[in-house]
């Protein structure tokens, strides 16, 4: 690794001055543009960067520069690094005054934050749940959620609701295996490897109308994900950079009504995006880090083109084939 700070991009969601003079995002992260600090605050600290690893190879990408988001954690328990959503434990360390030396060079979009020897990775962004609300995931197991699999078209609720109990059983237990292997609680939050296999993870209980609230954060550059409402595809999490633009929060399988978000409101890949989703009926409601994005928008059954949405179905979260991770989830059912 090398420790030359190029192509550093300084975002535009930055809330406040840090420190040494920097930006600071809404994780308490300060970026740079490339001067170094003459002294730190701590020795323990996190760094969050991507930097390029190698070119795309899969048809359509052919020659774009693959980026890796990576985030290095040097804390009182020791160091470890993540990247591309893959979580390795690291035999060194540097003084908290060479945080630089972790950096690739051309890294890009860099920022650390300095914490104290009794940080905890889980506690860091966690909430209790608003009032009204009942929390659906508890920061240490998957009580509460169970898998799904394309097998048979389980996936999907019109075929499961033909299926013979013996059958939904089989599939199920088939289904929650796959989630087990796929779906784990690190560090407190839910987090999705991306690997092949992989199957969305939707809750046990079924919902009609609904506020719903979930913080998210790509692993990945280029990275894609969502939420399912009522079993159908979807409420958009995705990296703008990849689809011209375009924001996270829209309903991306309407066809006659809208399905793109009003503004851009994600911030950049490995920070932590809130998303709020209001059901009512047919009608979708979607505000992204505190704006809304989408109003009252009818939601369109993109499974059986020209029905109605299911009355009452479940919540997913999507696997898209890309490491995502998942906090603070919370809903509240409304009349």
């Given amino acids: 690794m090398k420790k030359r700070l190029l192509m550093i991009c300084v975002p535009a969601l930055a809330i406040s001055c840090g420190a040494w003079g920097g930006v600071v995002d809404s994780d308490g992260f300060e970026w740079f543009d490339g001067a170094m600090p003459r002294s730190v605050p701590s020795q323990y600290f996190i760094l969050r960067y991507e930097h390029p690893g190698g070119v795309y190879a899969d048809k359509g990408r052919e020659g774009m520069t693959r980026w890796l988001f990576t985030e290095v954690r040097q804390l009182a328990d020791g160091v470890s690094v993540v990247e591309d959503g893959v979580l390795k434990k690291e035999p060194r360390g540097y003084p908290a005054v060479n945080w630089a030396k972790w950096l690739h060079e051309h890294s890009r979009k860099v920022r650390v934050k300095f914490v104290g020897a009794d940080y905890r990775l889980a506690d860091d962004g966690s909430c209790l749940a608003p009032a009204g609300f009942t929390g659906l995931f508890n920061g240490a197991d998957l009580d509460g959620w169970k898998g799904t699999t ?172 890309d490491p995502i991770e998942f906090r603070n989830i919370f809903i509240r059912e409304l009349p």
């Fill in 150 to 321: 394309t097998d048979e078209w389980f996936n999907y609720y019109n075929y499961r609701a033909k299926m013979s109990d013996e059958k939904k059983a089989e599939l199920q237990a088939k289904a929650d295996r796959q989630m087990a292997a796929h779906w784990h609680v690190r560090d407190g939050v839910l987090f999705f490897d991306g690997l092949p296999g992989g199957s969305s993870l939707a809750t046990v209980k079924e919902y009609a109308d609904f506020d719903f609230v979930c913080d998210w954060r790509l692993l990945r550059v280029h990275g894609d994900s969502g939420f399912y409402i009522r079993s159908l595809p979807q409420v958009q999490i995705w990296d703008p950079d990849t689809w011209g633009g375009i924001g996270s929060g829209g309903l991306y399988n309407n066809v006659e009504g809208l399905s793109s978000p009003s503004s851009r409101e994600d911030h950049p890949i490995g920070t932590w995006n809130r998303t709020r989703i209001r059901m009512k009926g047919e009608l979708v409601w979607v505000w992204l880090n505190g704006v809304e994005v989408v109003s009252g928008v009818r939601m369109e059954n993109c499974i059986e083109r020209g029905k109605p949405i299911p009355a009452c179905e479940r919540i997913e979260l999507q696997c898209h084939g």
